[in-house]
């Protein structure tokens, strides 16, 4: 997916943002801003978001001197996650579908961002995104929710490759992937992590925190881009992800790094920015399990 | 009152309105955005926001050769309010305290900006302003709603300087400028618009399409920054604005670059956004009338 213009003011709210998190002065915080309005005429809008993400991050790394300024968000939001972890397994064991549900939290995971308060607001969403209007809706804007072919390639799949997202959303991937290895127990499961400090996204860390490695083998894609930039991946994730019969991708970044890619893959996000729903065809807030198709992409 | 960090992100986001509004396509769009980005580093955050509006808006004018991107829009924001005239009038004499009504009109109309999609919105906004409930909030928070000094000042001053905002809020205005007129039938008042295209601001042609010239003698700021630059107003200008007896501000771009003036001024607006409502220590959304007085400039 394609830089829109309306990304652009967005890159200087989300340097801001950094920078304060980051710890930066006022003045520091003016010298980030500087260098991203000095960066930014030469990048092409033909990359995608996540790329100008990734220079930014790295301006606030250089410029404040902090090597992972999300650091102590991530580990809160791990913390955080694993206190409802017992809540999620109950709530999807209750489901008729257990499936469907894992899904479900799985997306409603990532809305554990940095941005999210407290555990209310998760709790709130949780209940908005398994509410049975919600269902009915999805299900009939099936398009955007293709439950039935995400079954069909799991049954088929040997080896499946998750991509991860944030920290924290992590133990809601848990969650999903418990039920594929309890429905198919002959699975082998990969769950990727980004190499590097990228935003609030997990890194390996992250991920043996959620406790993922209990249910995946866990990989890094070997660059610090908050998405899954395939020419900058180690060339053993880029083989993984050549090869794995089937591709999980979770959450705006990869979405926004993959979307044209010449393999199929199954995205799981929430669609939390217009520009994001207006490629898609969806509404802001929608909870989005897209099948990516080659033939599809040729279409475009 | 100087620029904020987080008013950056949204200068672009007003370079890539102003530009699509002004017709430019993409590839104008996106020259526009790098040329914010070329003087950005270059604008000292001591001047105030309006002062980075007018490079910008001068940006787009010479990148497009569009003299007043906003015509059309001020046109038809003229057209609507004074459609909606002889409804003002009667809510301002169906009111017990009319001053009071026509002042909270007044500031009512400052949502008459180009984001307004129908009269709904705007009869909607009416309504919550005049509302009893926000009535007593303003009544308990009087610190922002400095109505009995407006009045003592009305009572006392010979000549009275209005300065003007947006296109059709000036239909607005003048339904306020009336009833001070018909409670002080001898005072001087004297209308400001803008010199040259700022924006939505009234320049000389709305003022006179929306009626003010049958209450007040309109005069313009010899400048096109949107909102009042002093040192860039014509001489004639900064002569009434320091030998007025009263002056009433209306909207943010006039706060914003007279909030700390040397002289006496009621500042009429709705705080529409986080930076202002947080220097006034408001909310957004607010209905604000303030006295700002020299001796409270000093505390600052």
Request: aromatic share 8%.
């Amino acid at each position: 997916m394609r830089t829109c213009l309306d990304c652009i003011p967005c890159f200087f709210k989300q340097a801001l943002e950094a920078a304060r998190i980051a710890g930066a002065d006022d003045a520091t915080q003016r010298r980030i801003l500087n260098e991203v309005a000095r960066v930014l005429p030469d990048f092409r809008l033909e990359a995608s978001p996540p790329e100008m993400a990734r220079i930014i991050y790295r301006i606030v790394r250089d410029v404040t001197g902090v090597e992972d300024p999300y650091r102590n968000i991530k580990e809160r939001s791990n913390r955080y996650a694993l206190g409802i972890y017992d809540e999620l397994i109950r709530i999807r064991d209750q489901g008729k579908d257990r499936m469907r549900t894992a899904v479900e939290l799985a997306i409603a995971g990532n809305i554990i961002d940095y941005g999210v308060k407290n555990t209310l607001d998760v709790r709130r969403e949780i209940e908005k995104i398994l509410s049975e209007e919600n269902r009915i809706i999805r299900h009939e804007e099936s398009r955007f929710f293709q439950l039935e072919n995400f079954r069909e390639a799991l049954s088929r799949a040997q080896t499946i490759l998750y991509l991860g997202d944030n920290a924290g959303e992590t133990v809601f991937d848990r969650v999903l992937l418990e039920e594929i290895l309890r429905q198919y127990p002959e699975k082998e499961m990969i769950f990727a992590v980004k190499d590097q400090p990228a935003i609030n996204d997990a890194l390996m860390k992250d991920a043996l925190d959620c406790g993922i490695q209990t249910v995946a083998r866990v990989v890094s894609s070997g660059s610090d881009a908050p998405g899954t930039l395939l020419p900058l991946c180690s060339e053993s994730f880029q083989k993984i992800f050549r090869n794995a019969d089937m591709v999980i991708s979770k959450g705006q970044g990869n979405f926004e790094t993959l979307s044209g890619v010449e393999r199929p893959v199954f995205f799981l996000l929430l669609a939390k920015c217009p520009v994001i729903a207006n490629h898609i065809g969806c509404r802001v807030g929608d909870v989005i399990l897209w099948y990516h198709t080659i033939e599809e992409e040729h279409e475009e």
